[in-house]
């Protein structure tokens, strides 16, 4: 069974810090890597998605690298603002998508 | 471009009711369409796969009776929860896979559904 798993579950920082977001998934199968980010209650917002092909992806402020030999995906924010605090969601698949359960991020002022 | 809806965005109702929920693909086709349920806390699982013309695929553990999926169209699937319950209290989000881009899937912003 895939299982996709990230840490740390919740994390705090200052605005302005760079910061690291992880995700393991436990297949090496050929699927695609794709982070979203979930506001409170509300749905999902794609932000990167890397094919089963690509090793990253880069938007804005935002990388995301994929390495499925060590089944992992780090996602990195730059200079972070208060805007980014959010739930980030780590996804492994095509079209069976399989979630991790999600890193709370809060940007403080 | 690739944008999905979902109606209505929260509904209250009264345990042994029927709720239809809606997820509709906006400025595309979309052959396949996917539920999902995201309890407090966890993370959102899917519940069945459903195809334009045919049977939804249900995952395991998920009743087929009591969440009935119908895809009429390209562009509409329905979920409808029957005889709900106080526990399937959930956030329900819809996904469709968009042809035009590369075969990802676009969610829907969700349905709060509260039985009371």
């Known amino acids: 069974k895939q299982e996709v798993t990230q840490i740390p579950a919740a994390l705090s920082v200052p605005e302005g810090e760079n910061l690291v977001l992880n995700c393991s998934f436990t297949d090496s199968a050929i699927y695609n890597l794709q982070w979203f980010r979930q506001d409170p209650g509300k749905g999902l917002t794609s932000l990167l998605l890397i094919q089963s092909s690509q090793r990253e992806q880069t938007s804005g402020r935002l990388n995301a690298s994929l390495d499925k030999s060590s089944g992992r995906s780090t996602l990195y924010i730059a200079a972070s603002q208060p805007g980014d605090s959010a739930t980030y969601l780590c996804?492994?698949?095509?079209?069976?998508?399989?979630f991790g359960k999600g890193t709370k991020l809060t940007v403080n002022p | 471009g690739a944008v999905v809806s979902q109606h209505p965005s929260w509904v209250i109702c009264k345990s042994g009711t029927s709720v239809k929920i809606e997820c509709r693909s906006l400025d595309f086709q979309a052959t396949t369409m996917f539920w999902y349920r995201q309890f407090p806390k966890q993370s959102l699982m899917l519940m069945a796969t459903s195809n334009e013309g045919s049977k939804a695929t249900y995952e395991q553990g998920v009743e087929k009776d009591k969440f009935l999926i119908n895809h009429a169209s390209l562009t509409l699937s329905t979920l409808t929860v029957t005889s709900a319950h106080p526990e399937d209290s959930s956030f329900y989000i819809c996904s469709a896979i968009s042809g035009k881009h590369y075969n990802e899937q676009f969610f829907g912003p969700g349905t709060r559904l509260t039985v009371l």
């Open positions: 996804v492994r698949g095509s079209e069976k998508l399989v």
